[in-house]
């Protein structure tokens, strides 16, 4: 078993693999496990600057699969969650995202609460295609500050992504 483990992180390795990897990391970190997906799109575009906008729109549609992967396990987990139904915080929350309706989901950027936001939009059942637009645009926006952002701090790079250091 412990044969595949590197054979995998050789497949995922930057910048042979780099889109892949990019999309592959930014689809798991948008489901509910706690990961990020910043560093391996700044990594991959300091390593190749030409690749800036193919590596933010790869891991725009990953991240936005991942958030539409989120929706569903929601979706799904209907029934399991209608247990707290009545508590005066899932009250509140449920009232605010009826509200807004798939708009809340352009807040599926944000760090903690954007992962959890996509599966309570399928959990309530909002309209899949209309929370997936408004998550691409959310999470768009989001890799092209962050990554230009950390490219402006960091025009050097980082000692162990540029091997300067």
């Known amino acids: 078993m412990d044969t595949w483990i590197p054979h995998l992180l050789q497949l995922l390795a930057l910048p ?10 930014a689809f798991v970190s948008a489901t509910l496990l706690p990961m990020g997906s910043e560093p391996v799109v700044f990594g991959l575009v300091k390593l190749n600057p ?21 929706w569903w396990m929601g979706y799904g987990a209907h029934q399991a969650v209608d247990q707290w139904r009545h508590s005066k915080t899932h009250v509140r929350a449920l009232d605010w995202l009826q509200r807004l309706g798939p708009k809340a989901c352009l807040l599926s950027w944000m ?7 996509c599966a309570v939009a399928g959990w309530l059942r909002m309209p899949l295609w209309p929370c997936t637009a408004y998550m691409a ?12 952002g950390l490219l402006w701090v960091f025009p050097q790079g980082l000692p162990f992504i540029s091997g300067t250091g």
């Open 16 to 25: 042979e693999f780099g889109l892949s990897t990019v999309f592959v990391v």
């Open 111 to 117: 760090p903690v609460i954007g992962d959890p936001l």
């Open 50 to 70: 030409e690749l800036f906008w193919p590596a933010v729109l790869v891991a725009t549609v990953g991240n936005t699969l991942g958030g539409m992967a989120s």
């Open 137 to 148: 645009v959310g999470k768009l926006a989001r890799y092209v500050l962050m990554t230009a």
